[in-house]
């Protein structure tokens, strides 16, 4: 089980995450779409981490099976936390004064999203998946 892990602390991070997890679901054989999908979200989630909490880490797995293709990213920060998850899932919503499009576009474009957060310590996992043919 391959992990990649990328620290996160300025926006040439965010890049380089970006382009980690694009590489990893080429090599793995998702095609150009889900390779697009997968490196969006991973740019808007830890864009949030240089904004919201400063630094934090990017953890891109290889969970593949004999059934299916299949890329867990964690990004995790030690900053404020997230106080209502909901709210920030709204499409529209920023604390910030931004656009309020990341986490829900992030959601919408990976199979399974989750957040987990508290002050001093935010999860946001996404799952990329394709069955194996
Ligand atoms: N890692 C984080 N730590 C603390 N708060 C966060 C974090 N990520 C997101 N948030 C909160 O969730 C809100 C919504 O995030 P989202 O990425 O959807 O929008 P945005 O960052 O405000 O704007 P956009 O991403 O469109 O530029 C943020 O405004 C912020 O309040
Ligand atoms: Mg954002």
């Known amino acids: 089980m391959e992990a990649k892990k990328i620290e996160i602390k300025n926006s040439r991070d965010v890049v380089t995450a970006r382009k980690m ?8 054989g998702f095609g150009s779409a889900d390779q697009t999908r997968l490196a969006t979200a991973i740019s808007e989630l830890t864009r949030n981490v240089v904004q919201y ?61 989750g957040i987990d957060s508290v002050p001093g310590n935010t999860v946001v996992t996404i799952t990329l998946r394709r069955k194996k043919i």
Do not use: H
């Open 21 to 28: 997890g694009r590489k990893m679901a080429l090599e793995l």
């Open 53 to 113: 909490a400063g630094t934090g880490l990017c953890t891109i797995t290889d969970q593949s099976n004999k059934n299916e293709i299949k890329i867990v990213t964690a990004v995790e920060d030690a900053g404020p936390g997230i106080s209502d998850i909901d709210k920030a899932l709204e499409q529209g919503y920023s604390s910030g004064g931004g656009m309020g499009a990341g986490l829900p576009g992030a959601k919408r474009l990976v199979q399974e999203f």
